[in-house]
Structures are given as C-alpha cells and as structure tokens.
C-alpha cells in the first residue's frame, strides 16, 4: 500500500510542533519506505499528458487557482533553461509565453520576478488581456504589468503587484518582501526580505485593493485589522502574515489565510472579508486552514482542520459558517491537496505518497464520487521550494487539465483531457 496510513498521517500532525524534527523524521522517513515502495514507471494516466511547451526547457505554470487557458484556447507558460532543481535567481529571469492550442508562440516577454510555486502570478483578466508580475529595475519596486495578446503591447502597469485579479475590475495585492521574509517558496528575490522591525509593523501591511481602470489603491484589510479582530493572547508574540487570496466569482467576497508563527510553529485561520469594505468573518479558526477553493459564490471548499479536530476536505456556507463534510469520505484518504473547482466538479493532488507518487483526483463534490486520473513520479531533487506540486487546473470549458509535474525528471506544464 503506498498510501501514508491515518497513523503515519496522525505522527505528522503530531510531530508538527516540532518543525525540526518533523523535518528530519520526514527526509529519513520517506527515503526508507520509498526503497520498499518503488514503482516501475513514472506515470499512468487515463488519456496522455501533453507537454505544454515549445522546445526543451522547463516549463510551469504556478498556482492551482488560475488556469492557464483563457476561453479562446490561448495558454500562459512560463519558461526557463535554469534547473529548477535550485533555487530561482534573481539575476537570472524567466521568460512568460503565450501559445495557441497547435503550440505556435504568440507572445513573449522575460520576467524578473518568479518563483517555482507560483512564478510571476500570470492570469487572464479577460479573452484578450493577462497580468503578470515583474520588477522594475528604474524604480526598484516590485509591479505589475497588463499586456494584450491582440496588439503584444503594455497596456497597464501598476505600483502593486498582484496577487490574484477579479476581470479587469480590480486586483488584491499583498507585500512579496513579507513573504520573502516568512515563506520564501512564495517570495521574489530582487530586494531583500523586510527587515525584523518592518515584519512586526502591522498598520500599514495587509492586503491591497487596487481598481483596474483608475489604478486608485487602499489599504483593504491590514495585518493589524486581522491582528485585533477575534484576538488571541499568543498573537503579540507571533509573526504574521497573508497568503492565498481568492476572490468568489461575483467579486463580492474574498478568503485569505491569516497565518502566524510561535518559534516556528504554523497556525492558520481562514478569514472572509468582503471585498468593498474589507469587513471581516472569521471562517476557521482550528489551527490549520491549507488549500482552498470558491465551490460556488456560497460556498468554500477547503483542505483544513474542522471543529471536530478531523483534518479532511471541508465545505464551509459563508453565511453561516457551518462546516460540513464531502459525501461519502471517498476524498479524505488522499490528504491535502489543491482543489480547482468547475461545476458540480473539482480536481485536485495530493503529495508524493510512499512510492513518490503524486495522485491527480477528480471529485465531484456534492457527491463525493471520485476518479483517479493518473499518479506521477517526483523525485527527491526537488525538494523544499524547488518541490513540484501538480497544482491541477481545469480549462475554462472544463474539458481539460492542466498540471506541472516532474515525472520525466524536468518541470513541465501538461495538458490532460477529462471529462467533468
């Protein structure tokens, strides 16, 4: 069985109040367990996994909440001759591309500022036009950047970088340099992390609201708003700060984990704030909020803690913060993953079990039936930063899957058909 058990899973939770330990326990751990459990191939799949890519280089995409297909069929790669192996340079840029559905390339234009996990945040904003991350050398800040396929030209550029857009309406941004200094798989290179005094100054970090056609920001929700609201006698000896924001797709309401750290230990809580006033709810507060999803503009779906101390897929009403399972218990044996919500349906990962296998799921969550896709190899070389999460996403018709893997021993965006 190459599933980690309740047990292992339980030892893991448990062993998370030491993070050192926990660190070590795992790099014996599954290098023990992967001698007995190896499999003879890379990958099975239900229908094959084409490369999104042009040429030899490694190629991703990001995150698991955005596709990279807009509704036309173009798609937005990231590419690069570095080994993603290591860590990313920060003199050593990427490059954004943009193909069509045959692989012809459209557009392309090197980016500064990147990580594996995530890259330079590219998304759609519409069938013609997309926004990414970069770093201007003149003003050395950290921005954004609006091009459109249709004239290959800039369009926008905005002081904040984005962390994740609503149309062409606004965007949420938040601060890099903080994440640089506290999670740096979601960080950028180009400045240095904030400083220790800067990371304890909570007024006026946070999330950023910025409209699309006037480029008017405000301060939407900061550190110390999250800080104050639900208080907590740990939080003044903790480190904080955002990450993950998703908006729902009517663009009232946004989720964000508040994460904080006591002598490195992580607890999570999920928040709601609407998108307008930055009037927060408190969604989770049981220690551990990890991948979420808008399942419709109700409801969030959500790999987490719940109130019954149950680590599981969870669906949470916003209206009234009620907790319920998914049907049937079928996804729970999987473990965390990335959801990706379309329709009735989500597809979503998990990490590299005992053979080093990452399982690319279908579920359909009001039901709870699910359907494996496929299982793909990841090696121990990429490891801690340089990991590669499948980080799963459907096309905007919901016929296909797009996933990064490193099966094949390179990074690589692929392409999968499904039925949903």
Not at 51 to 65: A, R
Not at 315 to 322: E, F
Not at 388 to 406: A, E, M, T
Request: with cysteine; charged share 20%; hydrophobic share 35%.
């Amino acid at each position: 069985m190459s599933k980690y058990s309740g047990y292992e899973r339980y030892l893991a939770r448990w062993l998370s109040r030491f993070p050192l330990v926990k660190s070590l326990v795992k790099y014996i751990y599954s290098r023990l367990v992967f001698i007995f459990s190896r499999k003879k191939y890379t990958n099975q799949s239900i229908s094959y996994p084409a490369p999104c890519s042009i040429n030899s280089q490694s190629s991703f995409f990001g995150y698991y909440d955005k596709s990279p297909a807009n509704e036309n069929g173009l798609i937005l790669v990231q590419v690069t001759d570095q080994d993603t192996r290591k860590l990313p340079s920060s003199t050593h840029p990427i490059k954004l591309l943009v193909l069509d559905s045959g692989k012809n390339l459209l557009f392309e234009k090197e980016v500064k500022s990147y990580n594996w996990q995530q890259g330079c945040r590219p998304q759609w904003l519409n069938s013609e036009c997309f926004i990414f991350n970069d770093f201007d050398i003149d003003k050395k800040s950290y921005v954004s950047r609006v091009f459109s396929i249709l004239t290959k030209k800039q369009l926008k550029v905005f002081d904040f970088p984005v962390q994740v857009s609503f149309k062409a309406e606004y965007f949420i941004s938040l601060n890099y340099r903080r994440l640089m200094a506290i999670r740096p798989d979601y960080g950028y290179r180009n400045l240095p992390p904030l400083d220790n005094e800067s990371i304890n100054n909570l007024n006026s970090d946070g999330l950023w609201k910025v409209d699309y056609n006037s480029g008017e920001e405000k301060l939407l929700i900061s550190l110390s708003q999250a800080y104050s609201f639900n208080y907590r006698s740990e939080f003044s000896d903790a480190v904080h700060k955002f990450n993950h924001v998703m908006i729902s797709e009517n663009g009232r309401n946004i989720i964000f984990i508040h994460r904080y750290l006591l002598g490195g230990v992580r607890f999570d809580r999920l928040l709601l704030a609407d998108s307008t006033t930055g009037v927060l709810t408190l969604l989770s507060d049981f220690g551990m909020v990890s991948h979420c999803f808008w399942a419709n503009n109700d409801t969030v779906i959500g790999y987490m803690r719940g109130p019954d101390g149950v680590d599981g897929y969870w669906l949470i009403d916003i209206s009234t913060q009620q907790f319920s399972p998914l049907p049937n218990y079928a996804l729970q044996g999987f473990g965390d993953g990335h959801p990706h919500v379309f329709g009735d349906w989500l597809v979503t990962d998990t990490y590299p079990d005992k053979a080093r296998m990452q399982h690319l799921l279908l579920c359909n969550w009001r039901s709870g039936e699910v359907k494996e896709l496929g299982e793909f190899y990841h090696g121990f070389e990429f490891g801690g930063e340089c990991r590669c999460d499948l980080h799963p996403r459907f096309s905007p018709d919901g016929k296909k899957v797009f996933f990064d893997s490193v099966f094949n021993g390179k990074r690589q965006l692929y392409v999968m058909d499904v039925d949903s």
